[in-house]
């Protein structure tokens, strides 16, 4: 068995296999009975669910689900212009999504591409077809896997302070961008990506000398200034805005060393009066002196307190009236 097959295997990832060969998809990992399709590439013939082929691809259900097609009638495919690797990778991926998100345990797979970054060709080549086949759920998400590797797990499994580390790291993303197409949306849109991913992971001096160094860099060299550029103009814009912002606390900070707090003071002054000005405009802001009644509240109660000191007053009056002996004096 190849070092590859035998690697997958090992990290629990299932394997498509010849007909000629034990079928692993006459035991898929979710039960299906139905229909089978036989697909055809180059000297290699896989066998497949049909229900799992249609489920998410334009193109299989728009074949296999028609008479007028002659694969609709004889569930045979033929592709002639595929890679047959290419294939068996996009026949593990639809296998697998009948069990849960499959993407990265198959970007997992370029781990054992750590002294061959060419390889990783293969992967970009997976995206392609599915961009193909009209399988747009896979795409999406095996572009966002293939990003991430390049930004985390690639990174991870190289030493970036070697020069080896870095042409390995550099050699990846330049073999994925230039196996992109460029006419394709989608795919110039995944280049982009790719592009400023090794911006950020590579020193822009290093690559441009590593694209001085191999066949046809100039195309990706040009991607990696273009979003370098990009990069530095977001970066001086967030530091003006920054200054500006630094600029004015200063200013701040000024005013109230110079003034102590009462510049606070006055702001919070000004808040509470124009929200009480606002309130009584609308109607919801309730006054303490609204409606005068408090003011009559508090003269009656003013009135009250003068009686009772007058009382008071009266009996004291009155405990004088007596002498010693307890008997009243006539004033």
Not at 41 to 50: H, I, N
């Amino acid at each position: 068995m190849a070092d590859s097959d035998a690697f997958h295997i090992a990290v629990g990832i299932p394997l498509p296999t010849d007909v000629g060969d034990e079928d692993f998809f006459s035991r898929p990992s979710t039960p299906d009975s139905g229909e089978r399709v036989t697909l055809k590439c180059g000297e290699k013939v896989f066998t497949f669910s049909k229900s799992k082929l249609v489920k998410d691809s334009d193109y299989f259900r728009a074949c296999l689900n028609s008479s007028n097609f002659v694969e609709g009638r004889t569930s045979v495919i033929e592709f002639d212009d595929i890679e047959p690797k290419v294939l068996k990778a996009y026949l593990r991926i639809v296998d697998m999504t009948t069990t849960g998100n499959p993407f990265d345990e198959f970007i997992a797979m370029t781990k054992w591409y750590r002294e061959h970054a060419e390889d990783f060709v293969t992967v970009i080549g997976v995206y392609r077809l599915a961009d193909r086949l009209l399988n747009e759920p896979v795409r999406v998400e095996l572009a966002e896997s293939i990003l991430t590797y390049m930004q985390h797990e690639a990174v991870t499994t190289v030493n970036k302070s070697s020069p080896e580390g870095i042409k390995w790291l550099f050699n990846t993303y330049k073999n994925a961008y230039d196996n992109l197409d460029p006419s394709i949306p989608d795919e110039a849109n995944l280049q982009s990506q790719i592009a400023e991913v090794c911006c950020q992971q590579i020193d822009i001096d290093k690559t441009y000398a590593l694209a001085r160094t191999t066949t046809e860099g100039e195309a990706f060299l040009e991607a990696v200034l273009m979003a370098t550029t990009q990069r530095m103009a977001t970066l001086l814009q967030q530091t003006r805005s920054l200054g500006i912002k630094m600029e004015r606390l200063e200013a701040e900070n000024q005013v109230i060393i110079e003034n102590g707090y009462m510049g606070d003071y006055n702001d919070l002054m000004e808040y509470f009066s124009y929200n009480y000005h606002d309130g009584m405009h609308d109607g919801d802001f309730i006054s303490i002196d609204d409606d005068g009644d408090d003011d009559e509240e508090d003269d009656e109660n003013d009135d009250d307190d003068e009686s009772d000191k007058d009382d008071e007053d009266n009996e004291d009056d009155e405990d004088r009236d007596y002498g010693e002996d307890g008997v009243r004096r006539d004033h």
